[in-house]
């Protein structure tokens, strides 16, 4: 299994979590912290610009927000010790679809994205992506709600650290479905939320540069992630909360190796705000992974989550982050990976419809039971236009570096891509 195709792909199952809160009273004395503060200082990414929003489509209750887009990209993937070094321009077609109820005492959101991926020399590597996934949430009163979702995904690993086998010829393709069901209930003080999540994956097979195909369904797993949260607001602006979740995977395997396991997460974390300006989360605790395979090496680390947000001026904003995680992998008898990493980001409001994106992150993988090492570096700068309320345009550099402890693992990825979206 793969759990970086894992962090990826539950996001879509679980995108609504964070914006499935129910909306704020009219009267600003009722308005909860969270609500309030948007009625202060806010990030440039959080700014509404309604001015340069789409309307999209009313249906009786509900609000449709169909987008189309093109994008030219060129990118070079320079992988040490294989045949497969590319440098071409490739073509993509951008699709999304958003459906969103607007009545107050329920959440349902549909959205549906697609994109194709033609390179112009390489003409064997083409592909297309797709997900959909349904969020709700049903407010029982003014405090409890209920929430779910649904996602189907198929998307294709390009990036320097996704764990393609050596010798594949195009970008390994993942799907995955999963659904999420759970309950929340927000008091003045207390918040306590119990959910539990399936995810499903299963890896196609690859060609091979020298014509055979690489066999990945032993590779196909499922996992059920039952997770608990309670959490304390003593004053405005700090929230205390402690987090405990369970984990049993089920892998498919061979005969070698199969990473059939169970395990558990528990931490505590804090958010507050030092000033207005300054939002911190500071989140700490204890992971470990059991597998079921004898010589597999069980794990047992210490994890744990910073992020700070700082507005420095209206027009500038900085977000700095620190994690350590426990991540799957499917690398030799490996049982796991020990992620560290770190990240900073700089949004710059130029214009008000024009936004500027310069960001960086350094991560360490550390496979447990085996001596390889990776160190992944990413750096990018991008720039989001809003020409008018139909009208996007975007540009982006990405630098992606990976140097393995093990010299056939080094890989650089460089992109630059343009591209153009028009909102209905």
């Not at 004898?294 to 047992?300: E, G, P, T």
């Amino acid at each position: 299994m793969s759990s970086r195709s894992t962090i990826r792909l539950t996001c879509l199952a679980g995108f609504a979590v964070g914006s499935a809160l129910a909306c704020g009273t009219a009267n600003a004395e009722e308005l909860r912290w969270d609500y309030a503060k948007s009625y202060g200082a806010v990030a440039v990414t959080e700014r509404s610009r309604r001015e340069f929003l789409s309307d999209g489509i009313r249906i009786g209750n509900f609000i449709l927000r169909p987008e189309v887009g093109y994008g030219v990209t060129w990118s070079r993937n320079n992988a040490q010790g294989l045949d497969l070094k590319i440098s071409d321009f490739r073509h993509e077609i951008n699709t999304r679809l958003e459906l969103q109820s607007a009545t107050p005492r329920h959440m349902l959101t549909i959205l549906a994205q697609g994109r194709g991926v033609q390179y112009q020399h390489s003409d064997e590597i083409h592909y297309v992506d797709g997900s959909i996934g349904s969020n709700w949430r049903i407010d029982i009163d003014h405090a409890t709600s209920i929430f779910g979702g649904a996602s189907y995904a198929v998307r294709h690993l390009e990036n320097v650290d996704d764990e393609n086998p050596r010798g594949a010829s195009r970008p390994g393709r993942t799907t995955s479905y999963g659904a999420e069901l759970g309950i929340r209930r927000q008091g003045h003080h207390i918040d306590a939320e119990l959910g539990v999540r399936y995810q499903h994956f299963e890896f196609s097979d690859i060609p091979a540069n020298d014509g055979s195909l690489i066999r990945l369904g032993w590779q196909d797993y499922s996992y059920v992630r039952p997770a608990a949260t309670l959490a304390w607001r003593p004053s405005p602006g700090y929230r205390v909360f402690g987090e405990i979740a369970g984990s049993f995977q089920q892998n498919v395997g061979n005969s070698v190796i199969d990473r059939d396991a169970t395990g558990m997460e528990a931490s505590v974390g804090v958010q507050f705000e030092l000033t207005p300006l300054v939002r911190v989360m500071l989140k700490g605790g204890f992971a470990q992974q059991d597998y079921h395979q004898a010589n597999l090496v069980d794990i047992a680390e210490p994890v744990w989550e910073g992020r700070l947000e700082w507005l420095i001026t209206p027009l500038v904003t900085m977000n700095l982050a620190t994690w350590r995680t426990i991540r799957a992998t499917q690398y030799g008898i490996a049982s796991g990976q020990i992620v560290t990493g770190h990240s900073l980001k700089f949004d710059y409001e130029m214009w008000r419809n024009l936004v500027v994106s310069l960001e960086g992150s350094l991560r360490d993988l550390d496979y447990v039971g085996e001596s390889r090492n990776d160190r992944v570096v990413t750096a990018g700068i991008g720039f989001d236009y809003l020409y008018s309320k139909h009208w996007q345009l975007g540009a982006r550099y990405e630098h992606q570096e990976l140097v393995s402890s093990i010299d056939t693992y080094n890989t650089s990825l460089d992109r630059v891509k343009f591209n153009v979206t028009y909102r209905f």
